[in-house]
C-alpha cells in the first residue's frame, strides 16, 4: 500500500495512518533528508528482526534510528557538552551521531562497544512520524543487497514486496548517505563524509 503524504506540510491523518502501521508491528518506507528509508519501531524486536533479514545483514551490524530532537537522543544516549553545542548547531541535518547507548536501547542495536546511530533528519514527514509514534523509528536505507539505494516509493514497493505493510510518497529523494561521526567520550571521529558538512568538526 503506497500513502502519498505532502513533504513539506505532511497531513497529520495520513501520518496516523503510518504510525498505526508502525504501533501493529509493520514496516514501512518512508523519506528522510538523504534517501527513501526503511523502519519500524525501536521496541519492535520482530520488526528488526525482519529488517536484518531482508537486508541479509549480520546482527553485530545495528541500524541506526530517528529520533525526535536533541531532548529525545538524551533519553537514548549519552551526550558530553561538546557532543550537545555540535548537535544543537547541526541537527537537524544529514548526519548519524555515533554515541554510547542508554539502557532505553534494545540490545540489538548496540554494537559490542555498547554505542549506538542516532539521526535527527531534515524532513517533515521523517519527524513527523517520530513525534506521532512517541518514541524512535529505525533506519535502514531502502536498498536490497547489492542492489542501488532507490529514489522512487514505487520502485521500493515492487523491489521490497511482500516485506513492507506501507509505502510513504513523499516525493523523488535523491540517495546521498548522511555523514557519521562518533562523539565517544566527547571526541568527534569523522567516520563517514556524507551529505553533512563536517568542516566545523574537525
Do not use: W
Not at 521496541?43 to 551490524?61: A, D, V
Not at 512520524?129 to 520502485?155: K, N, R
Amino acid at each position: 500500500m503506497i500513502i502519498k503524504i505532502n513533504p513539506d506540510n505532511p497531513q497529520e491523518r495520513l501520518l496516523r495512518k503510518a504510525v498505526e502501521v508502525l504501533t501493529g508491528g509493520g514496516l514501512i518506507a518512508y523519506p528522510t533528508d538523504t534517501c527513501y528509508a526503511v523502519g519500524c519501531d525501536l521496541y519492535n524486536l520482530k520488526g528488526i528482526n525482519r529488517i536484518y533479514q531482508i537486508k541479509r545483514r549480520p546482527l553485530n551490524k545495528p541500524f541506526s534510528f530517528i529520533c525526535q530532537d536533541l531532548k529525545n537522543i538524551s533519553e537514548y544516549a549519552r551526550v558530553g557538552n561538546y557532543a550537545y553545542k555540535a548537535m544543537k548547531r547541526l541537527l537537524p541535518g544529514p548526519y548519524t551521531f555515533v554515541l554510547e547507548a542508554s539502557r532505553q536501547v534494545p540490545k540489538i542495536l548496540q554494537t559490542k562497544r555498547r554505542t549506538v546511530g542516532i539521526r535527527v533528519p531534515d524532513h517533515p514527514i521523517a519527524l513527523g512520524l517520530v513525534g506521532l509514534l512517541g518514541h524512535p523509528i529505525i533506519t535502514t536505507t531502502a536498498a536490497l543487497p547489492d542492489e542501488p539505494v532507490e529514489s522512487d516509493p514505487y520502485e521500493i514497493e515492487i523491489k521490497f514486496k511482500g516485506h513492507l505493510a506501507l509505502v510513504i510518497d513523499g516525493g523523488i529523494v535523491l540517495p546521498e548517505p548522511s555523514s557519521v561521526i562518533a562523539m565517544i567520550d566527547d571526541v568527534p571521529e569523522i567516520i563517514r563524509e556524507g551529505k553533512g558538512d563536517v568542516s566545523s568538526l574537525v
